[in-house]
C-alpha cells in the first residue's frame, strides 16, 4: 500500500511536473509465500516529461516505476482483490510473539517497507492476515515534500514503530483531507479524510506494551494501516470524485468536492 505524501490547493489547471526532489514519499504496504495457519511488484508508473539521471532514478525510481528491477526475497505485493485485503486479519496470541516466525515476518515487513521505501507496511499487504503494522518516517522521505506541504500536512520524522495486534481510538473530531494511494491498486490516488490526533495501543515486538498518541501526518499512516487490518481500503474510505490516475494527480478537482486540507 502506498499513500502519496501529496496534495495541492490549487483548484485551477496545472501543468504536471515530475521533479524527484520534489516527489514526497509514499508508503506501500504487499505476498509471502507461506504455509497459512487455520487461518507483491512493482511501484506505481509515472511517465516522466524529461529523461532522468541515474541519480534521479535512484532516489525517486520507486515511485516512478523506473529502473532496474532487483531480485529480492521479500514478498510481493498482494493486489486489490485477494480475500486476504478484504477480510479482517486475526490477532497474534502471546505465546507466539516470540517465535522465529513472527520475528522473520516482522524483519521481512521492514525490510520491504525500507526498500520500497515507504513509510507504513500492514501484514496483509503481504499476504499474512495476522494485526501486525510497521511504519516509519524519515529526515529524508520528508525532505523530498515541498516544504509547504510538510507544514500543511504536520509531517515530522519518527523512528521504526512496529506494532502488534494495535487498537486505535481517535482524539480529537479534527480531521483533514488529502489523497492517499495504495500499491495494492496501481496507480490512482483518492482523496480521504482522516482524524488529525489519535491513539494507539497495541505490543511491541518484544511482547511489551506501547502506546503512540500521534498527530498529523503520523496519524494518517496510522489509520491508514490499521484500516487495513480490518479487511478496509482507502478506497472504500474515498471521496469519490477524487479518484483519479497519478498522472491526473494534479488537475483540479471536481465541482462539489471538498477543498484539500484540515476541516
Not at 492476515?129 to 523530498?144: A, F, G, H, K, M
Not at 510538510?150 to 514503530?161: N, V, Y
Not at 483519479?244 to 471538498?258: F, K
Amino acid at each position: 500500500m502506498e499513500v502519496l505524501h501529496k496534495f495541492s490547493f490549487r483548484l485551477s489547471p496545472v501543468t504536471l511536473s515530475l521533479n524527484p526532489a520534489k516527489l514526497a514519499p509514499i508508503y506501500l504496504s504487499t505476498r509471502i509465500p507461506i504455509s497459512r495457519p487455520a487461518f507483491p511488484s512493482a511501484a506505481p508508473h509515472l511517465i516522466s516529461p524529461k529523461p532522468l539521471s541515474s541519480s534521479a532514478v535512484r532516489k525517486a525510481g520507486w515511485f516512478l516505476g523506473l529502473g532496474e528491477k532487483k531480485k529480492t526475497s521479500l514478498p510481493e505485493i498482494v493486489k486489490a482483490g485477494d480475500p486476504v485485503l478484504h477480510e479482517t486479519a486475526r490477532e497474534v496470541d502471546l505465546d507466539e510473539i516470540g517465535s522465529e516466525r513472527i520475528q522473520k515476518i516482522i524483519d521481512d515487513m521492514v525490510r520491504t517497507m525500507r526498500l520500497a521505501p515507504g513509510v507504513g507496511l500492514a501484514a496483509p499487504q503481504i499476504g499474512i492476515p495476522l494485526r501486525i503494522i510497521v511504519l516509519e518516517d524519515t529526515t529524508e522521505y520528508i525532505s523530498y515534500a515541498p516544504k509547504e506541504e510538510i507544514k500543511a500536512q504536520d509531517r515530522r520524522p519518527f523512528d521504526l514503530l512496529v506494532i502488534i495486534n494495535p487498537k486505535l481510538k481517535k482524539k480529537s473530531n479534527g480531521t483533514a483531507l488529502y489523497f492517499e494511494g495504495c500499491l495494492s491498486v496501481d496507480g490512482f490516488r483518492a482523496v480521504v479524510e482522516r482524524h488529525l490526533d489519535v491513539e494507539v495501543t497495541g505490543l511491541g515486538r518484544d511482547g511489551q506494551p506501547i502506546k503512540v498518541d500521534a498527530s498529523g501526518w503520523q496519524a494518517r499512516i496510522l489509520q491508514h494501516e490499521c484500516d487495513h487490518l480490518d479487511g478496509t481500503m482507502y478506497v472504500d474510505k474515498m471521496v469519490p470524485r477524487t479518484f483519479r490516475t497519478v498522472q491526473n494527480l494534479d488537475l483540479p478537482l471536481a465541482e462539489g468536492c471538498p477543498k484539500l486540507g484540515p476541516r
